[in-house]
């Protein structure tokens, strides 16, 4: 059995008035997320983009379709991992207005493991083969954007002209979409 | 006759059951445990300093146990304000109290109601106070609703431990931890003794996940008035921004325009169900407390604190689950330890250079050398901000920190005793070094 | 007590002022008044909407001067009181039909123990209960509803919207008429069905959401519809069956949902009502709700009207039994739970106590039952010197030889084995009477909520004893 304060010493005192914690040690999701990024494996047709390289919890994830119907595409998304990762999985948005059942018009994006389906052993690769998949194989059953996903289900080739006109720039509907092709 | 003196002896037998168990042994004291003569000279009315983390509603309950139980000195840390529906259960307050500071009325209430205790309140986050601060507290306790804040904080005590030559845990730096969480008619009561039992991060995953539907359901099939009340927080809040600030749970009109925007989608989808009360529990992700869970969990808390204060009594190990819904149940178990923890798994490896004055390049080729890594990426913490050193794998990060590789350590702001991490795809878990300088003896605080 | 609030704080003992307990609410200026005066003051102050009143007297003086003082109250919460005095306090209310809880906090050790003699609970909140959904037994507009749907005819996106209820039940329906109306039951039967719905899938790519909750349901959802058997004996029960002027609303509904039962349910309950959620669009998701919804308003209607007349014929005001409670009880009417227990006279009887339990748990190595034994021999060793073992430091040593041959009399008279428990006589011992603040802070908060339990009657209370070792963390519960 172990001895705890043996001496019953008195402690030092502290410093009664806040100064910024710095803890010498990296938090368990510093550590976490150190890994998560230093174990990226991007498909070829991802990259990521960190701005400031001290601050591995915010950066963009690029994808470039290179088949499907986003192919020649580039789309930009945001990840903000929090400091409860990776008990909560990282917020994550597209910051290009893209046409697509999946992703609303304000970024938000309908993949199962950004929300319900989380598990902390899951990592940031997961998120990345996740989207990428999202441009390959999108889902007209879960749809965010209700009329693309309509489209989709009702005439693809339709989608198909739909998809490549938002994305060369252009009206889809009343909705302008800005170019984003490479 | 001195008034304060008169004070002092105004409860001349308050203490009086204390003495039985404190001035007499038993056999089921801790074996340490050494009867005191006189109970007021006893450690925990002299020398113990005890810190709560949280004035709510186990904060206000674990405030009054412990100045109950003899401690005299407790400093309590809480960044909220009062709120009116706190009142039902956090019974320091009162309705003339609301919006002051939670800490600092606990305190003023504790310190009037018990003549020689002495509470000390801090109107902070825990994240405000450094390792200085923590290393002053024999014993803290929690009564919090946060996981990310029972992580921090589990993450601060492991961090004061030390080691000695022989790697071996010195068991003075380790200050106890007693953790008590409710959830409507659950609750638990955990110890943990860092370094040596079951820590937070060990035992993650008993922390159920957040409630949550998926996107598209709530965005294109709603059913649930939960469904509705989410549509709101996730999508249209930050659309709409009405207030031009992130949502604030206890915020009554950051809840009543979810609420508004949330019946109008339910009355669109003829969805019944959405109610003041159903909107606070979704934004806040809460289950209502419940006054006597508090109560019995913090008392629980209260318990163990004494007992491994005085030794009196051997600590619970380490974990007890209670549930009064059906009668009343409880379970006692022992968490285990993880071995790759990220928290408290690794002691800090040493890896001894040669001086600060080599080469991150060098650094990196010793770490390939000695523990045959194949890409190590090598990140630190500088005045508790993050520095990432060198990052081979992800194009960005390699580009910006290439430079690194030539400069040497002491330019880097690395020093004798510092700290890096290293992440590799040899090891699951990110590693940690401490530095040591072959010539110098090591000065770790 | 230190932390529980009592709802009226009567318990008193005048001639104990404030001099030794560490109460929170009491401070140095209330030195020398009356407990009770005190502690209602300062419990007023906790809630506004609170009243309270307070009785300086001890309820030994009550029970003798003024017996029928309890009667009125809801409940009665006793702390810290004598075998003298509780024996006859329980027999008071057990024939007044009060409930009473009894707190105690000694050293490490607590308990609870709760004497009602007749505890119905409607609302119990059971963590896991199968959603009612009906499918052996489908009402007409369940019917008609699952009818409507040409499943191979819808659009890939509809067919992938409808509550899985529906595709469930057709493949039902598909398996009955292949087996002349057999219904599945065993895990054969159960696996066909399953291969029946997967058929009925209609994306190549990957199983629709709905049919992979059709197909998980098959587990719960199809089996056959049965009035529970705890539920059973209640509707059996004599207060059911008989019922009299006296009669309360539970068991007068009780007996309205026994006839439901017996005639329009055909054998079965009123139906819940409530649907769990699925994956579907939404207006058919609301349609299903309302359909369930409807049914069992129209289910409860029928039982508020038998409740209607069972008042009348027990000529008993007809508001004494409202819809809304009705409503409420047909709602949870599965997992409705009743709890009889005993008067702690009778426990305290040598005549009449449970000694075969006491017996049973002192053979098993770690039972907590030794603390009770502890509790009851801590009663005797008062009763026979008015002191606690070991309150007095000189008198300790003789108090342990003391304390033992109390125990041993209390073993003899329940026909139970010599203890060789030395170990705990020396702990309780040690204790001399002190109560940790902590320690009754637990009790109380634990007792509290028994008592909103039994008022509300919601949740199962404590049935009957609770026995809290703060040693260990460990709690026990004995039925005496």
């Known amino acids: ?73 580039r789309f930009v998304f945001s990840f903000k991992v929090g400091p409860n990762y990776p008990h909560e999985p990282p917020k994550v948005k597209c910051e290009t207005p893209v046409y697509h059942p999946n992703i609303d018009l304000d970024g938000n994006v309908c993949l199962n493991i950004l929300r319900e389906d989380w598990k902390p052993v899951l990592t940031i690769n997961s998120i990345v083969y996740g989207l990428q998949y999202l441009f390959l194989e999108p889902n007209p059953e879960d749809p965010l954007n209700k009329e693309a996903a309509e489209v989709l289900q009702n005439n693809r080739r339709v989608f198909e002209m739909n998809v490549l006109k938002a994305m060369r720039g252009g009206c889809v509907g009343s909705t302008f979409f800005e170019r984003c092709l490479k | 006759m001195d008034v304060a003196v008169q004070i002092k002896d ?224 996730v999508i249209q809040w930050p659309k709409e921004n009405p207030y031009e600030a992130a949502i604030d749970g206890d915020d009554p009109v950051h809840i009543n325009w979810i609420y508004e925007k949330a019946s109008e989608r339910a009355n669109q989808f003829n969805i019944s169900g959405v109610n003041f ?93 000695s523990y045959q890594m194949k890409n190590p990426g090598v990140t630190t913490s500088i005045n508790g901000k993050n520095r990432t050193l060198y990052l081979p794998t992800v194009s960005s990060i390699e580009e910006q920190t290439r430079e690194n590789l030539k400069k040497n350590l002491g330019d880097l702001g690395l020093e004798n005793g510092s700290e890096i991490n290293v992440a590799d795809v040899t090891s699951p878990n990110t590693l940690v070094f401490v530095l040591k300088v072959a010539s110098e003896s090591m000065q770790v605080e | 007590m230190a932390s529980p609030a009592p709802k009226s704080p009567e318990q008193s003992d005048k001639s104990k002022k404030y001099d030794r307990q560490l109460s929170f609410f009491l401070d140095a200026d209330n030195i020398g008044k009356s407990r009770a005066q005190v502690a209602t003051q300062l419990l007023l102050e906790l809630n506004p909407d609170v009243k309270g009143d307070f009785v300086d007297e001890s309820p030994k003086q009550i029970l003798e001067t003024n017996p029928d003082f309890f009667i009125g109250h809801t409940l009665v919460i006793a702390t810290a009181i004598s075998e003298r005095v509780l024996v006859p306090l329980s027999t008071r209310l057990w024939d007044a039909g009060i409930p009473l809880i009894v707190a105690r906090s000694y050293g490490f050790i607590g308990s609870i123990r709760i004497q009602v003699e007749e505890h119905t609970v409607v609302e119990s909140h059971p963590d896991d209960q199968h959603p009612d959904l009906r499918l052996d037994a489908p009402f007409p507009a369940l019917k008609q509803f699952a009818d409507s749907f040409d499943m191979s005819q819808l659009e890939l996106k509809d067919h992938a919207r409808i509550p899985y209820v529906v595709p469930l039940y057709q493949a039902l329906q598909t398996w009955m008429q292949q087996h002349d109306g057999a219904f599945p039951k065993s895990s054969k039967d159960k696996n066909e069905l399953r291969d029946l719905i997967k058929k009925g899938n209609k994306n190549p790519d990957s199983e629709e959401q709905n049919f992979t909750e059709a197909i998980r349901a098959v587990n719960f959802a199809i089996r056959k519809t049965v009035v529970p058997t705890d539920v059973q004996d209640i509707l059996n029960d004599n207060k059911c069956i008989n019922l009299t002027s006296k009669s309360k609303p539970f068991w007068i509904t009780a007996k309205a949902v026994k006839d439901f039962v017996d005639n329009e349910g055909k054998g079965l309950l009123p139906l819940r009502g409530s649907l769990p959620d699925m994956t579907s669009d939404t207006n058919n998701y609301v349609k299903l709700q309302q359909i369930y919804h409807k049914q069992s308003s129209k289910d409860a209607e029928i039982v508020f009207r038998r409740a209607q007349q069972l008042l009348y014929s027990l000529s008993q005001p007809r508001d004494n039994i409202s819809e809304a409670y009705v409503k409420n009880f047909c709602k949870h009417e599965s997992s409705i739970a009743i709890q009889r227990g005993s008067c702690i006279t009778s426990e305290y009887d040598q005549k009449t106590a449970n000694a075969s339990e006491i017996a049973l748990s002192l053979e098993q190595p770690d039972s907590m039952m030794v603390y009770y034994v502890m509790l009851r021999a801590i009663d005797r060793f008062f009763d026979e010197y008015n002191a606690y073992p070991g309150e007095f430091d000189d008198q300790l040593e003789v108090d342990i030889i003391k304390m033992k041959s109390c125990i041993s009399k209390l073993l003899s008279e329940w026909s139970c084995g010599p203890l060789s428990k030395d170990d705990y006589v020396h702990e309780i011992c040690r204790y001399g009477g002190a109560e940790l603040h902590s320690v009754s802070a637990f009790i109380g908060g634990c007792a509290a909520q028994e008592a909103i339990k039994i008022i509300t009657k919601q949740y199962k209370p404590i049935n009957n004893t609770l026995i809290y070792d703060a040693i260990s963390s460990n709690t026990a519960t004995f039925a005496f």
């Open chain 1, 1 to 73: 059995m172990i001895k705890l304060f043996s001496l019953k010493q008195q402690k030092k005192d502290g410093e009664a008035t806040p100064k910024v914690g710095n803890q010498k040690k990296a938090s368990a999701a510093q550590l976490r997320i150190t890994k998560d990024i230093n174990e990226l494996n991007l498909p070829k047709t991802c990259n990521t983009e960190f701005p400031d390289p001290d601050d591995l919890l915010s950066f963009k994830l690029i994808i470039c379709p290179d088949e499907g119907f986003y192919r020649g595409g």
């Open chain 2, 10 to 233: 105004a409860f001349p037998k308050r203490w009086c059951h204390l003495k039985k168990v404190l001035e007499r042994t038993g056999p089921f004291c801790h074996p340490d445990f050494e009867p005191s003569t006189d109970v007021t000279n006893h450690f925990i009315m002299t020398t113990c300093k005890i810190l709560v983390i949280g004035a709510g509603g186990l904060g206000c309950e674990l405030l009054k146990n412990l100045a109950l139980m003899g401690f005299k000195d407790i400093h309590v840390i809480d960044m909220d304000t009062i709120d009116l529906s706190n009142l039902n259960r956090q019974f320091l307050f009162r309705r003339k109290d609301i919006g002051q500071s939670k800490a600092e009325v606990a305190a003023k209430f504790i310190n009037q109601r018990i003549p020689g205790c002495n509470v000390t309140p801090h109107y902070n986050k825990i994240q405000d106070f450094d390792e200085c601060f923590y290393r002053q507290f024999h014993i803290v306790v929690c009564g919090l609703d946060s996981i990310v804040a029972r992580r921090w904080i589990n993450g601060m005590l492991i961090s004061l431990l030390t080691y000695d030559d022989d790697g071996d845990l010195e068991q003075s730096s380790i200050i106890p931890m007693v953790d008590g969480g409710t959830e409507g008619f659950k609750g638990n009561v955990r110890v943990i003794l860092p370094g040596i039992s079951a820590c937070i991060e060990c035992t993650l995953d008993l922390f159920p996940p957040q409630v949550t539907y998926p996107l598209c359901t709530i965005a294109s099939t709603p059913r649930l008035p939960e469904h509705c009340i989410e549509y709101v927080k």
């Open chain 2, 277 to 369: 009360r159903l909107v606070q529990g979704v934004v806040k992700n809460i289950i209502p407390a419940v006054a006597s869970t508090n109560a019995a969990i913090a008392a629980a808390c209260t318990t163990e604190v004494f007992k491994i204060a005085t030794s009196c009594s051997v600590p619970l190990s380490n974990y007890m689950v209670f549930n009064d819904v059906d009668g009343l149940y409880t379970y006692t178990y022992e968490a285990e330890k993880k071995d790759d923890c990220l928290a408290c798994g690794q002691t800090a490896k040493v890896l001894e250079i040669k001086s600060t004055e080599i080469k991150l390049q060098q650094l990196i080729d010793q770490l390939t050398e």
